[in-house]
């Protein structure tokens, strides 16, 4: 189906390092099947690799809201709350 499609096309495109392409793709896998957990927790791993830790953050709550039990998704959140800390911490 097409939000599975997109999704795996914005992976390829994420392994890549073609970030905004894949941010496209998994926000419109997002448009086609908003109950789909899996592009929303693949669009926060891009966020938060490009230093967007609030939008990651947003993308990783979304994926618990949707799937309590997604056990990567609570991990990276708290990832992502740490770095920001600690970016706040250092001033940049």
Do not use: H, W
């Not at 096309?9 to 890549?16: D, K, V």
């Amino acid at each position: 189906e097409l939000a599975t499609a997109l999704n795996d096309r914005g992976q390829a495109r994420y392994l890549r390092v073609e970030f905004a392409a894949a941010v496209q793709d998994f926000t419109a896998a997002i448009e086609c099947q908003p109950g789909f957990e899996v592009p929303y927790y693949n669009r926060g791993l891009v966020r938060y690799r490009l230093g967007d830790f609030d939008e990651a953050m947003k993308d990783f709550r979304k994926v618990l809201e949707l799937n309590p039990q997604f056990e990567d998704a609570a991990l990276s959140l708290k990832q992502a709350i740490l770095d920001k800390e600690e970016k706040q911490k250092r001033g940049y």
